[in-house]
Structures are given as structure tokens and as C-alpha cells.
């Protein structure tokens, strides 16, 4: 589609020399809403009244704004029908969640160009509404047109940066800064560091913030509302839907924000729908819509609200509404003669008004939907800006924590090392019990000593290399006690030597043939064979201890080898290692084993525990679902309008 450029209005809102048009005497335009005070103000005092600003000067500002005489529909819902459902405990037993109906038949259409006040009590759906609007949920049922399209349909831009959010929670990231959030958001939004940078100066003047560099956190209740709507304002959308914007700010910035938003739907640059408990301040919107336990009750201009009811206050308008949404409709008849009015009538005409408006409007719209657009000074958000913004708040948030973020950094590092220093060590002095059917070794005077001729005790060369190779041996005199005390836990595994051990090895070698009939070969195998029975229960042990018996074993037959110049080797198996390749440079220990898998799972839940910390805010504070509604595009066009003309070339 070819996409007109425009140009950009003159009058700058932000700059530091426009004069607000609340400033500007003008004549209220209100019909029949009789004030109460000399200065236009409701006789009835209601709540919002102290922030809301006098009903005359409210439509005197509004006045001056006057809404661009187009009547192309920017956000149109029709027949919204919305139920949440939750599962509980019982439903999960009964199989069927709990079913909350939210929207009734809810109808709704903003023009481009105006305020929108969607008002009502508190959980008659507001923030439903807005959410679908927004693209972050689908109605069960019901049509919703944004720009002439489906919120999340190709080239609406919703979610996205046509789109300025401020919903009712804080939703900025945690530990930033306000300069540090407005460019986490600007650059979500595909702008320039240059017109962030301009844009976020008018805004702290606009909305009285702090300086930037203040941390969001320490900010108070109203000043951290305020950052959000910055935040909402920064990339002058063409459709802001702000959620409850006013709560908690003081009454003069509280109009300071109508005026900038009368001032910039006044210039056909954006259309906003706006939902406030202070219901008086909506006087200022061009449109009201009232609602109630899911549906639209009336929507019209406050003033055609009023003096069709006839009323003072827009809460008595509401409440009006509300009570013939309650009584029977002969009820509301009688009350209304009574009171010498015909209520229902004036009802019933605003209600048809509403609805030819609607369907009016609606067709303008899809004549004019391309137009709209046409008007927009359009922009594409680039993939690199988002990568930015997301890059630099993850390292502003590891940053802020940094503290968390070097500990979780050398933790493993600092856990192998006290593993390594303190506990990883081979274990020493392992029990192993010992039955040496041979002899008890009380004679044996040490591997000087052999007769080589006729060697008896073979088996205590095991036994002293067991202890150099840090064993403890423990001999017993029978196998089934050496087996209970493994079964016990005192040793962990059993070593058996049988009672011709030293003739049969030595005939087994091939030595001598001493050992009665040479012919008996296999009985020289059997005897010559040491027994072991490891306790395998915690394999880590185990295999050490395979591994150190069989070093035993080897440095045993080499120390018997060297001493008689016997070939002992011949007993060996027949696999023979030769010089290593790529030799290590020390003998495996316990640590290579349990080392990486120490190192492993620790990584792995310090790297789990650190992306949920990240996450989990994210998600409860609803920081997740701004970014989403920011950063989401479908080769997104956006209005992009620099205050000052400054931050018009393309981003
Ligand atoms: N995710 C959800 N699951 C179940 N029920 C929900 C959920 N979100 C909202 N509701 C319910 O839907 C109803 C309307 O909620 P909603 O937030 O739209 O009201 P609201 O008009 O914005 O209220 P408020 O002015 O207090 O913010 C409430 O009864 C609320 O408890």
C-alpha cells in the first residue's frame, strides 16, 4: 500500500513554549448539566471531584481540543461475549473449571481522533476489554476491529508499536532507572536513541518526574504510575490504551495529562480510550462509555449524557444507568413519573442514537480504514532495535544484581575448589577385610626376606602393597564373618587367599613344578586366584577399589619379580599397555570421577535458578506482557510523529 507522508503539525504540545489550552477562557458547550458553584463546579460532591477539574473548564479544554470532524472508526468491538475459566481442586475432581462470564453482548466504537472514557465499577470488565484490544487475550466470542483490522493481524501494528499500553500494574523492569526504562521501551519500540532522548524530556517535564537517573523502585506510588504512562507516551502512538493512568497522581498533573491527551487526539495524531475511577475527569473525554457487569450500558458525549439524564455528575449518570439495569422497567416507569420524568424514553434515545452512530461510523469506517492509515507518517520498527533492547535490559539487570550475578558467576568454580581442597580427595584407609587361608603374616619379616626357592608367603606382598596404596586390611579368620562385616558396613569388600596360594602361583608362572603333579594346571589357576567381593553399593567406591586391587596386584607380582627374578609377568594378562600417547600427567583419582558431575549440576541449577529469578517477576509483574505488546510486529507501521520534527527521519 502506498503510504502518504504528511506533514507534521506546527504546534509542538511538549515544547517548552506551547501554552496549554486550559490557559485559553472558552465557553462551556454543555447543554443542560446545571453546575452547582460559580465556577462551573458539580453542586454534589463526588468522588474525583478534588482532582477533577471544574465540569466548565473541562469542556472548555475540551472545546478547544475540539476532535477532528472525521468520523472514521479507529477501535470498534461488537457482540463481545468473554468467560474466564479456572481450575480448581473441585473442578479438576468434576473435570469442568470454573466458568466466570465477564462480557455480556458488550458493544463499543471509538473514532479516531477522540478520548474514550470506558468507565464503571470496579471488575465490570474494563481491563478485559482492553486486553483483547491490545491483542494479549481473544473474547470467547464477538469481533474486534483495530484500524479496520484484527488485533494481531498482519500490518495493524497491534500488539506493537502502534500501540501505547499502560495497563493497571507497574510493568517496568526491576532495578532500572527512568532513563534506563524509557529506553528499554523506546528501543522495544524501534526508536532512535536521538527522539527517545528528545521525547523523554518533554514527558519528564509533562508529567513532573523526577530526574532520570532516580531508580524506578524508590520512586513513590504516583511518581512510578507516572514513569508507566511516560513509557505508554514515548513513541507517540496513534492508539493509546491507558488503564487507570490518573490513579494516584496529584490533580494539577492529573489535568496537565488531559490537556497533552486532548491535545494530541485534537490533531488527529492519536485516539485514546482511557478507563479511570475518577469518573468526573472523564467529563474531558469526547466520548463516555458507560458500563456494567459486562455490558455497555450508554455511550455517548458526557454532555449528551447529562443533560439527557439530567443530571449533574457523570457517577449520577451511572448510577441512573445502573438502577434501570436493576429495577424492572414498570418500576423505573413509576419512579420516573413521580419524579415528572421520562426517564426510559431519554434512555431508550441515547441507546438508539448510540447504536445508529455505531453502525454509521462503522461503515465510514471500513470506507476510510485505508485513509487513516494513509495519515499516519509511518515507519518500520527494525528486528536490531528489539535485539538491542532486550540485550541491554538483561545486562542492566544482571548489572543492578550484580552482587547475585559474580557469586553465581564463581560459585562453581569456588564449589570445586573447596571440593577439591576439602572433601573430593581419594578416600584413604578404606577398610578391606582379609581371609588368608595362607598364613596370618606373623612371621613374614618383609620382601627382603623371600626363599626364593620356595616362597610361603606370596600373599603378604599383597598385603603390604595393599597398605602402601592406602587399604586398610583387616583379616578374619573365616569368609562368612569377613562377609558379615562387609554387610555391616565395616569393610568394603572381602579379600580371599586360599591356603596353597604362593606354591600355585608359583607353579602357575611357570617358576618351578614343585607343587605336586605338574599335570594339575587348572588346579594352579584355581588356587593361585585371590578372591574379591567388593561392596558395589556406591559404585564410585567400588570402582576405586577394583582399580587399587588391581594396582595391588600388579605392583605385588612386580615386587616378587624383581626380588626372585622370577617371570611373573607370565600370569599377567595377556593385554599389555605400552607407553601412553598423550600421557597423563598423574594417576586417575576419586575427583575425576565426581568433579565434572559436581561441576555439571551446579552450573546447570545455578544457570535454572538465575533464568526462573529472572523470569518469574517478569511474568507476575506483567513486565513480559508489555514487552510482548511493545515488541510484537507483524512488519509493523507506525505513527511516528517527533514533537519538535527533530526525530522525523526514518528510523
Ligand atoms: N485471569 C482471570 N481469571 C479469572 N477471572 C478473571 C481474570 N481476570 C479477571 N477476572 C475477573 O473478571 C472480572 C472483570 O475483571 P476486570 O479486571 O476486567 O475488571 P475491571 O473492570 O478492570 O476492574 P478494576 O476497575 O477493579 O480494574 C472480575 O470479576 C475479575 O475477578
Known amino acids: 500500500m502506498p503510504v502518504a507522508d504528511v506533514e507534521l503539525d506546527s504546534v509542538d504540545p511538549w515544547s517548552p513554549g506551547y501554552v496549554t489550552p486550559a490557559s485559553t477562557p472558552s465557553p462551556r458547550s454543555a447543554r443542560s448539566c446545571s453546575p452547582g458553584g460559580p465556577d462551573g463546579a458539580p ?11 471544574a465540569g466548565a473548564a473541562a469542556a472548555a479544554a475540551r472545546a478547544h481540543h475540539a476532535a477532528p470532524s472525521s468520523r472514521v472508526v479507529a477501535v470498534s468491538v461488537r457482540e463481545a461475549h468473554h468467560n474466564y475459566s479456572q481450575y480448581s481442586f473441585n473442578s479438576l475432581l468434576t473435570g469442568k473449571p470454573a466458568v466466570t462470564e465477564v462480557l455480556k453482548d458488550f458493544n463499543m466504537t471509538v473514532q479516531h481522533g477522540n478520548i474514550y472514557a470506558l468507565l464503571g465499577s470496579s471488575g465490570c470488565g474494563k481491563t478485559t476489554v482492553l486486553r483483547a484490544l491490545v491483542g494479549q487475550h481473544r473474547f470467547t466470542s464477538g469481533r474486534v476491529r483495530v484500524f479496520g483490522k484484527e488485533p494481531r493481524s ?26 534506563e526504562t524509557l529506553n528499554y521501551f523506546g528501543w522495544l519500540a524501534g526508536m532512535t536513541a536521538a527522539s527517545i532522548e528528545e521525547n523523554s524530556a518533554a514527558l519528564l517535564r509533562l508529567l513532573d518526574l523526577p530526574p532520570r537517573d532516580r531508580l524506578v523502585s524508590n520512586l513513590s506510588g504516583g511518581q512510578q504510575r507516572r514513569v508507566s504512562l511516560a513509557v505508554a507516551l514515548l513513541h507517540s502512538p496513534p492508539l493509546l490504551i491507558l488503564d487507570e493512568p490518573t490513579v494516584g497522581v496529584d490533580p494539577i498533573v492529573r489535568q496537565s495529562i488531559w490537556e497533552h491527551l486532548l491535545g494530541l487526539t485534537s490533531s488527529g495524531r492519536a485516539t485514546v480510550i482511557i478507563t479511570t475511577h475518577y469518573i468526573e475527569e472523564a467529563r474531558q473525554a469526547h466520548v463516555a462509555g458507560l458500563m456494567r457487569r459486562g455490558a455497555l450500558l450508554a455511550e455517548d458525549t458526557p454532555e449528551s449524557l447529562l443533560s439527557a439524564l439530567s443530571c449533574v455528575t457523570l457517577e449520577e449518570v451511572l448510577l441512573k444507568l445502573c438502577l434501570r439495569q436493576d429495577i424492572d422497567e414498570v418500576e423505573v416507569q413509576k419512579m420516573l413519573h413521580a419524579d415528572g420524568m421520562n426517564m426510559a424514553h431519554e434512555l431508550e434515545a441515547i441507546k438508539d442514537k448510540s447504536l445508529r452512530v455505531s453502525a454509521r461510523d462503522e461503515e465510514e469506517g471500513g470506507q476510510d480504514g485505508d485513509d487513516v492509515k494513509a495519515k499516519q507518517h509511518l515507519r518500520t520498527s527494525r528486528t536490531s532495535t528489539k535485539v538491542k533492547a532486550l540485550l541491554w535490559k538483561n545486562f542492566m539487570w544482571i548489572w543492578r544484581h550484580r552482587i547475585i550475578s559474580t557469586t553465581l558467576l564463581f560459585l562453581p568454580a569456588f564449589i570445586a575448589l ?11 584407609d578404606l577398610n578391606v577385610a582379609v581371609v588368608n587361608g595362607e598364613t596370618d603374616c606373623a612371621d613374614w619379616k618383609g620382601v627382603g626376606l623371600v626363599d626364593c626357592a620356595a616362597p610361603r608367603h606370596l600373599s603378604c606382598i599383597f598385603l603390604d602393597q595393599m597398605r602402601a596404596q592406602s587399604l586398610q586390611p583387616v583379616l578374619y579368620a573365616e569368609e562368612a564373618a569377613a562377609e558379615r562385616a562387609v554387610l555391616r558396613g565395616h569393610a568394603w569388600g572381602v579379600v580371599h587367599f586360599g591356603r596353597n596360594f604362593s606354591d600355585a602361583l608359583v607353579e602357575r608362572a611357570g617358576i618351578t613344578v614343585s607343587v605336586g603333579n605338574p599335570a594339575q594346571g587348572d588346579e594352579a589357576v584355581e588356587h593361585s586366584a585371590v578372591n574379591v567381593r567388593l561392596d558395589m553399593s556406591l559404585q564410585t567406591i567400588g570402582h576405586l577399589l577394583q582399580m587399587t586391587l588391581s594396582t595391588v596386584a600388579s605392583q605385588a607380582l612386580e615386587v616378587f619379580n624383581s626380588q626372585c627374578q622370577a617371570n611373573a609377568h607370565m600370569i599377567r594378562p595377556p593385554l599389555q599397555f605400552m607407553t601412553d600417547l598423550r600421557p597423563s600427567d598423574r594417576d586417575p583419582s576419586f ?42 510486529s507483524h512488519s509493523i507501521q507506525v505513527h511516528s510523529r517527533s514533537f519538535t520534527g527533530v526525530g522525523r527521519q526514518a528510523v
Do not use: C, W
Open 43 to 53: 453542586a454534589v460532591p463526588v468522588r474525583g471531584d478534588a482532582a477533577a477539574p
Open 154 to 179: 498482519r500490518g495493524v501494528g497491534v500488539p506493537g508499536p502502534t500501540l501505547g499500553y499502560m495497563p493497571q500494574e507497574l510493568a517496568v523492569p526491576d532495578g532500572f532507572t527512568i532513563r
Open 418 to 428: 573447596v571440593y577439591t581442597g576439602g572433601v573430593g580427595h581419594n578416600p584413604r
Open 591 to 632: 575427583l575425576d570421577y565426581s568433579l565434572p558431575g559436581l561441576i555439571l549440576s551446579v552450573v546447570f541449577m545455578f544457570g535454572f535458578t538465575t533464568t526462573m529469578s529472572a523470569l518469574l517477576p517478569e511474568k507476575t509483574d506483567k513486565i513480559l506482557e508489555r514487552s510482548l505488546v511493545y515488541g510484537e
